[in-house]
């Protein structure tokens, strides 16, 4: 099968074709989302979260994005392979982008990297001069969670959703190939989304984006604690797994697991068992 890139993914575009985005921190799971026709596999800095188990992403770095963008990149064959800069990386200066980028492709095996916030047209040139495509990233960043107070919506009030409406602008002027919106309004997500030439990637951006993302943990309902609205859980995956891990331990304890069947006998050729 051929292989997404980022031009295939401009051709999605004008297609009218949607862009279907899943994150992935494992080469176990990664294979499983590129064998599902995924179009994009992006190695998140939410693996602070999902991974890590911290509240936000600020204490990612970028040797942790590099070990997981390697493990992943083991596994994907045919999906588009974005793995995010994280916090810090980027922001001190183009140079230290440029940088950071290189490192997520030569170390992380990244195709294309993702970076968060508007005003960062500088950064996003002198990658993309260095031939590393650059995904945007904009609305509710989870990297500037402590100036919003919060991972809430933006883009509600009128100068707000102004201001997202020339970011996006200025990120494609920059020579961004793509662009993610999240938790933002769905009719400014839809109207960003028609006024440019790149494709939009949504979260929490209702369904007039180009295309949509979803962190694996949440769409496979991993986590039952809490659903926040933006989620869809395509599966229950925590109770499954908990029932597995149960009926594991019980079976372990009562002495029925392992059975004849999964031991060895004293030679291959032994009735009871084969040394496989
Ligand atoms: O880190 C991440 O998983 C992301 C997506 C939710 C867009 O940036
Ligand atoms: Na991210």
Do not use: N, W
């Not at 602008?169 to 440019?196: D, F, H, K, N, T």
Request: glycine letters at 12%; a neutral charge; proline letters at 5%.
């Amino acid at each position: 099968t051929r292989r997404v890139t980022a031009p295939v993914l401009h051709q999605y575009k004008r297609q009218g074709q949607r862009i279907v985005m899943i994150t992935a921190y494992d080469a176990t799971f990664a294979r499983l989302v590129d064998e599902s026709g995924a179009d994009v596999v992006l190695v998140g800095d939410s693996l602070g979260m999902v991974m890590q188990g911290h509240p936000h992403t600020l204490e990612v770095t970028l040797e942790h994005m590099c070990y997981h963008a390697r493990c992943v990149r083991r596994a994907v064959q045919r999906a588009h392979l974005v793995v995010d800069l994280p916090f810090m990386s980027y922001q001190v200066s183009p140079e230290q982008a440029l940088l950071s980028a290189g490192r997520l492709v030569q170390e992380g095996g990244a195709e294309a990297v993702k970076l968060e916030g508007g005003g960062r047209a500088d950064a996003v040139r002198k990658i993309v001069q260095a031939g590393i495509p650059v995904m945007g990233h904009l609305g509710l960043t989870p990297q500037s969670v402590h100036e919003f107070g919060g991972f809430r919506v933006q883009g509600r009030e009128d100068a707000a959703a102004e201001r997202l409406r020339q970011d996006a602008l200025q990120l494609q002027e920059a020579g961004a190939y793509a662009v993610v919106l999240e938790g933002i309004p769905a009719a400014l997500a839809r109207q960003i989304s028609q006024s440019l030439a790149i494709p939009t990637i949504g979260i929490g951006a209702g369904v007039g984006c180009d295309g949509q993302v979803l962190v694996m943990q949440d769409l496979l309902g991993l986590d039952d604690r809490f659903k926040p609205r933006f989620v869809k859980r395509f599966a229950e995956l925590a109770g499954v797994v908990r029932d597995a891990f149960a009926t594991y331990g019980r079976e372990v304890r009562e002495g029925s697991f392992p059975g004849a069947e999964h031991s060895f006998g004293p030679s291959p050729a032994s009735p009871g068992g084969s040394s496989e």
